[in-house]
């Protein structure tokens, strides 16, 4: 079982930057495929970036973060984290870190993932 505990969520003006952070405690180890999502209210939650390793580390984001969201994962203490730069308004949601053991073909959907966090507000004015 993995346990996944978000911190760092508040509130920004836009242009400004969050870093998102995620503790990993359990049985994750390095080849788990992790991802932050979002939710706005009355949304559906969004896939917003990714990270696994195939040899190399691979990340991906959704179009609407790149360039402006990075996401990283550290091994001591085993954290993900998400920076978030040049937010905007519509950047404002709840979000969520996942991991999952196994990688179905597609990052972004919610359903591919097992462990979830209990998520973090992000509110940008």
């Known amino acids: 079982h993995v346990q996944l505990v978000e911190s760092g969520g508040g509130s920004v003006q836009a242009g400004g930057s969050l870093r998102l952070s995620c503790a990993i405690s359990?049985?994750?180890?390095?080849?788990?495929?992790l991802a932050w999502f979002r939710q706005p209210p009355g949304k559906e939650r969004e896939g917003v970036a990714a990270?696994?390793?195939?040899?190399?580390?691979?990340?991906s984001y959704v179009d609407t973060v790149k360039g402006r969201f990075t996401i990283s994962r550290d091994n001591n203490p085993d954290t993900l984290y998400l920076r978030m730069n040049s937010l905007r308004p519509e950047d404002t949601a709840m979000y969520y870190c996942?991991?999952?053991?196994?990688?179905?073909?597609?990052?972004?959907?919610?359903?591919?993932?097992?462990?979830w966090g209990q998520g973090t507000q992000v509110t940008v004015s």
């Open positions: 990270v696994w390793r195939r040899g190399a580390i691979i990340t």
């Open positions: 359990g049985r994750s180890n390095e080849n788990y495929f």
């Open positions: 996942a991991a999952d053991p196994t990688y179905g073909g597609v990052w972004s959907r919610p359903d591919e993932y097992t462990y």
